[in-house]
């Protein structure tokens, strides 16, 4: 995921702490949450397709 977009859920995220989010800031930041997740997700599925096990016997 792009450094960009991080960074807009960081912003989104402090601004909802402080002040409250629009509808379409709301909007935004559950897509953008959801992509993230989307990309860990993945990320982590690949790690463990990459695993081998070795039994030392």
Same mark, same amino acid.
Do not use: C, P
């Given at each position: 995921? *792009?450094? @960009?977009?991080? +960074? =807009?859920? #960081?912003?989104?995220?402090? /601004? @909802?702490?402080? *002040?409250? %989010? @629009? *509808?379409?800031?709301?909007?935004?930041? /559950?897509? %953008? =949450?959801?992509?993230?997740? @989307?990309?860990?997700? =993945? #990320?982590?599925?690949?790690?463990?397709?990459?695993? *081998?096990?070795? +039994?030392?016997?």
């Amino acid at each position: 995921m *792009e450094k @960009s977009k991080i +960074d =807009r859920i #960081n912003f989104l995220a402090k /601004k @909802s702490k402080e *002040e409250g %989010l @629009s *509808e379409g800031e709301l909007a935004e930041q /559950k897509a %953008l =949450r959801e992509e993230y997740l @989307s990309a860990v997700r =993945r #990320n982590f599925r690949q790690t463990l397709e990459s695993i *081998e096990i070795v +039994d030392k016997k």
